[in-house]
């Protein structure tokens, strides 16, 4: 019998948090698996990856494929449906793709603890696959919520929009964009940050570094602040139990 194997595909991929932290629970919990990265340009190469590699049983997908994976798959979940985006992919006994979205469990897990009661409306930064679950989550956390944009689109604000007095009324701020990753960890999303007050609330995707220029800016002017490494943690689990689940 094949070795189970598991893997992360996206484009470029540098580290991986996924392929450390599977790598560890395999040792860890003595399962027989190993865990791959599949460095992969195009989103159509998902089909070689599984034709070509015995023992598949499952793929975390990042980006540039979160949303471009979708028509590869023969079915999604209720959630990867809502958002449109994937990032779990389970292949099943008969060959079968199935896509999930853990993100929206990650996050909400990860941001629910820090919610207070005057917490009604957050600034989502960026557009991408991943603001896209971050949306559905506040929806579920029952925030209102608009997105930031780089260039002006319908129903989007600019950096240029945000002003103190739209600070005054946006007391969570999400950023789903990739500024202040490392190696660019000196850069940071163009906000007025001195309008920041005690009774923000910065959370960043962004996991290394732990705590990014974004964060240390609001941490600056009193506010309350989280990176994404725990909710990379709680995606990693949410992901394994997708490939396990009986359906």
């Given amino acids: 019998?094949?070795?189970?194997?598991?893997?992360?595909?996206?484009?470029?991929?540098?580290?991986?948090?996924?392929?450390?932290?599977?790598?560890?629970?395999?040792?860890?919990?003595?399962i027989d698996a190993e865990y791959r990265n599949f460095e992969i340009e195009e989103a159509g190469m998902l089909v070689d990856i599984v034709r070509h590699t015995p023992g598949l049983r499952g793929l975390n997908c990042t980006i540039p494929h979160k949303q471009a994976i979708i028509p590869l798959l023969h079915s999604l979940s209720d959630e990867a449906r809502e958002i449109g985006a994937v990032n779990v992919i389970k292949v099943c006994a008969d060959g079968r793709l199935k896509g999930y979205n853990s993100d929206i469990i990650g996050f909400t897990k990860s941001l629910r603890p820090l919610l207070q009661p005057h917490h009604k409306h957050a600034l989502v930064l960026g557009t991408g696959g991943a603001s896209k679950a971050i949306c559905a989550g506040l929806t579920r956390l029952g925030l209102q919520w608009r997105y930031v944009s780089r260039s002006a689109r319908e129903?989007?604000?600019?950096?240029?929009?945000?002003t103190p007095e739209v600070l005054s009324q946006y007391e969570?701020?999400?950023?789903?964009?990739?500024?202040?990753?490392?190696?660019?960890?000196?850069?940071?999303?163009?906000?007025?940050?001195?309008?920041?007050?005690?009774?923000?609330?910065?959370?960043?995707?962004v996991y290394n570094p732990e705590e990014t220029r974004f964060l240390s800016l609001g941490k600056e002017q009193g506010a309350t602040v989280k990176g994404g490494l725990e909710m990379l943690h709680l995606q990693a689990i949410a992901s394994w139990e997708f490939w396990h689940k009986d359906e």
Avoid: W
Avoid at 3 to 30: D, M, N, Q, V, W
Avoid at 155 to 162: A, K, P, R, S, V
């Fill in 155 to 162: 129903g989007c604000l600019t950096y240029q929009d945000i």
């Fill in 172 to 205: 969570v701020i999400v950023n789903c964009s990739p500024v202040g990753m490392h190696p660019h960890t000196d850069e940071a999303p163009a906000l007025p940050y001195a309008a920041l007050t005690p009774r923000h609330l910065l959370y960043d995707l």
């Fill in 1 to 30: 019998m094949a070795k189970e194997i598991y893997g992360l595909i996206g484009y470029p991929l540098g580290h991986s948090f996924s392929r450390a932290f599977f790598t560890e629970k395999f040792k860890r919990e003595g």
